[in-house]
């Protein structure tokens, strides 16, 4: 497998991760220094990141990501796409839709994220 379909793996095992709140698995994919930002808003860890996934209210239905684009320079790479999650929450079911731009190094033999960031629907 090269080096773009391994970052499409990654990023659809990573979306799979988020749908059944495995943090374990999630901690796994991440880089040492792992970021996460909103655009304004405040850089977090991973033990915050982690701890937002675990509290996403009600039943996740599905995560997944489409229109995925990959950038690559040697050892990092980005990975652009949209994650679209769908959600029961009392009851009523509710889809959430945005933009993300992530960011992957290679650690050893694998692909690992070290930066993620959500775009908020415009």
């Known amino acids: 497998m090269d080096d773009r379909q391994q970052l499409?793996?990654?990023?659809?095992?990573?979306?799979?991760?988020?749908?059944?709140?495995?943090?374990?698995?999630?901690?796994?994919m991440l880089a040492k220094g792992f970021v996460h930002r909103t655009p304004g808003g405040d850089a977090t860890g991973v033990d915050a990141f982690l701890g937002g996934i675990l509290q996403i209210p009600g039943d996740i239905l599905f995560v997944k990501v489409d229109q995925l684009t990959v950038d690559l320079s040697g050892d990092s790479a980005i990975v652009t796409g949209i994650?679209?999650?769908?959600?029961?929450?009392?009851?009523?079911?509710?889809?959430?839709r945005h933009g993300f731009i992530d960011w992957f190094v290679r650690e050893g033999d694998e692909w690992r994220l070290r930066l993620a960031v959500d775009i908020p629907p415009a």
């Open 8 to 28: 499409i793996d990654v990023s659809e095992r990573l979306a799979a991760a988020i749908a059944r709140r495995d943090a374990a698995t999630i901690r796994g």
């Open 83 to 96: 994650q679209q999650a769908q959600l029961k929450i009392d009851g009523a079911v509710v889809i959430d």
